[in-house]
């Protein structure tokens, strides 16, 4: 009888708890068989009691877990910043690794993540959800293909309302750093919303890349970094074409708002707005033509983990791996390095309409004189592939970041 490849799943009290539901009752029909699972707290788990009884050995840490057992695959749903630490362990145990996203939270992480891969020679998939649906991938391939023409703009907006026990739920949340000085920069951009910012340099192609950064970062909670902001990205894509994104965000809003993109080309323009159960992502050209894409697929969808194990199996290339996800983790860095020290404002300043409009006007708050913004700072970003960079300075703790001030 072959060997059935074994996984094991770490952070399943959070999101991890979604992949089990996939794969407990299929595992016979995915052709694989979950032999543990880590977490610090397995208590706040909801699937605990199915593990324990399909005799699925529990683990507190994802080290203890690789002191037993050297799985074939590893889920990983563990927090931000512990992303790159886990991946890296993962792999030198020789498992083909599926982290949550996003990626890392330093550039030089990406690096190490690169050489950690190249030595264990397996798979490292980032789950973010919208990489990895049929929508998506047919819009990227028409965007490489040339079908709208030249991109030129591209703007996102999602605002999603936070209250204060978003950030108490656990110790990292709203920080920049933890108290070793690790880098964590968790906020609406590199968490709740990190899938759009990667939307926007994904669906551009293979190669897209930020060479500079403007960033507005503020903060209505009483956190650490932001949850609210306005970054203005260039970009450069791997055909020397320049353009130039926004998204604006935040989390301390009363009324949800999107996702909504507008993705502008020279012969068309690609909308989504996901409060039309409908339409989906859609092309208006120029001409009059219009292609409809279907809508993306939500966090629950199994599409990310279906596509990892087949990448598993044949040790293929995935579609959204560690290069597809270091620009999101460059414009985070860059964001960070830009403005230091969110500025605080009320919660009572923010008005979903003025958002919207400054969405809607490609304007970050303080260029369209909103009363309660802060003219920003713009960063240049250099190559991931280049050197590693020297530690930076930020909240009073050592900070590995990607960009140069300019």
């Given at each position: 009888?072959?060997?059935?490849?074994?996984?094991?799943?770490?952070?399943?009290?959070?999101?991890?708890?979604?992949?089990?539901?996939?794969?407990?009752?299929?595992?016979?029909?995915?052709?694989?068989?979950?032999?543990?699972?880590?977490?610090?707290?397995?208590?706040?788990?909801?699937?605990?009691?199915?593990?324990?009884?399909?005799?699925?050995?529990?683990?507190?840490?994802?080290?203890?877990?690789?002191?037993?057992?050297?799985?074939?695959?590893?889920?990983?749903?563990?927090?931000?910043?512990?992303?790159?630490?886990?991946?890296?362990?993962?792999?030198?145990?020789?498992?083909?690794?599926?982290?949550?996203?996003?990626?890392?939270?330093?550039?030089?992480?990406?690096?190490?993540?690169?050489?950690?891969?190249?030595?264990?020679?397996?798979?490292?998939?980032?789950?973010?959800?919208?990489?990895?649906?049929?929508?998506?991938?047919?819009?990227?391939?028409d965007v490489s293909a040339g079908l709208f023409g030249k991109p030129r703009r591209m703007r996102t907006l999602v605002l999603w309302p936070r209250d204060a026990s978003y950030f108490t739920r656990n110790d990292w949340a709203g920080r920049v750093s933890d108290c070793a000085g690790r880098p964590i920069l968790d906020s609406p951009i590199h968490n709740a919303c990190a899938h759009f910012v990667h939307n926007a340099l994904f669906v551009l192609g293979a190669g897209a890349y930020p060479t500079s950064v403007h960033a507005e970062l503020y903060r209505a909670h009483d956190i650490e970094s932001f949850d609210t902001a306005a970054v203005r990205t260039e970009v450069q894509t791997s055909s020397g074409d320049r353009v130039e994104s926004l998204i604006v965000t935040s989390l301390a809003v009363e009324r949800r708002v999107g996702p909504q993109f507008c993705y502008e080309f020279d012969d068309a323009t690609v909308t989504y707005d996901d409060a039309d159960p409908v339409e989906g992502i859609v092309a208006h050209f120029k001409d009059g033509r219009v292609k409809r894409y279907g809508r993306p697929n939500d966090s629950h969808d199994p599409g990310k983990l279906m596509h990892f194990l087949e990448c598993a199996r044949t040790n293929a290339r995935?579609?959204?791996?560690?290069?597809?996800?270091?620009?999101?983790?460059?414009?985070?860095?860059?964001?960070?390095?830009?403005?230091?020290?969110?500025?605080?404002?009320?919660?009572?300043?923010?008005?979903?309409?003025?958002?919207?409009?400054?969405?809607?006007?490609?304007?970050?708050?303080?260029?369209?004189?909103?009363?309660?913004?802060?003219?920003?700072?713009?960063?240049?970003?250099?190559?991931?592939?280049?050197?590693?960079?020297?530690?930076?300075?930020?909240?009073?703790?050592?900070?590995r970041l990607a960009a140069a001030r300019r």
């Amino acid at each position: 009888m072959p060997c059935v490849p074994t996984i094991v799943v770490a952070g399943f009290s959070g999101y991890g708890d979604i992949y089990l539901k996939h794969l407990l009752p299929a595992q016979e029909a995915l052709g694989v068989r979950v032999v543990a699972v880590a977490d610090p707290d397995p208590s706040r788990s909801r699937s605990l009691a199915e593990i324990r009884a399909a005799g699925i050995e529990v683990h507190s840490t994802l080290e203890s877990l690789y002191a037993r057992l050297r799985p074939d695959m590893a889920i990983l749903a563990t927090p931000v910043h512990e992303h790159a630490r886990h991946i890296t362990l993962a792999l030198s145990h020789g498992s083909h690794v599926l982290c949550e996203k996003p990626l890392a939270s330093s550039i030089n992480d990406v690096h190490r993540l690169i050489e950690a891969r190249r030595r264990a020679r397996k798979v490292v998939t980032i789950g973010y959800q919208w990489s990895h649906c049929p929508a998506i991938l047919a819009l990227r391939r028409d965007v490489s293909a040339g079908l709208f023409g030249k991109p030129r703009r591209m703007r996102t907006l999602v605002l999603w309302p936070r209250d204060a026990s978003y950030f108490t739920r656990n110790d990292w949340a709203g920080r920049v750093s933890d108290c070793a000085g690790r880098p964590i920069l968790d906020s609406p951009i590199h968490n709740a919303c990190a899938h759009f910012v990667h939307n926007a340099l994904f669906v551009l192609g293979a190669g897209a890349y930020p060479t500079s950064v403007h960033a507005e970062l503020y903060r209505a909670h009483d956190i650490e970094s932001f949850d609210t902001a306005a970054v203005r990205t260039e970009v450069q894509t791997s055909s020397g074409d320049r353009v130039e994104s926004l998204i604006v965000t935040s989390l301390a809003v009363e009324r949800r708002v999107g996702p909504q993109f507008c993705y502008e080309f020279d012969d068309a323009t690609v909308t989504y707005d996901d409060a039309d159960p409908v339409e989906g992502i859609v092309a208006h050209f120029k001409d009059g033509r219009v292609k409809r894409y279907g809508r993306p697929n939500d966090s629950h969808d199994p599409g990310k983990l279906m596509h990892f194990l087949e990448c598993a199996r044949t040790n293929a290339r995935p579609v959204c791996g560690i290069e597809e996800s270091a620009a999101q983790v460059a414009v985070v860095c860059a964001a960070h390095e830009a403005v230091p020290h969110a500025h605080r404002i009320r919660a009572s300043d923010l008005c979903e309409s003025e958002l919207i409009d400054c969405y809607k006007t490609m304007r970050t708050p303080h260029e369209a004189c909103l009363s309660w913004a802060t003219a920003g700072a713009t960063v240049k970003v250099a190559p991931w592939q280049a050197a590693p960079k020297p530690e930076l300075t930020l909240s009073r703790r050592p900070i590995r970041l990607a960009a140069a001030r300019r």
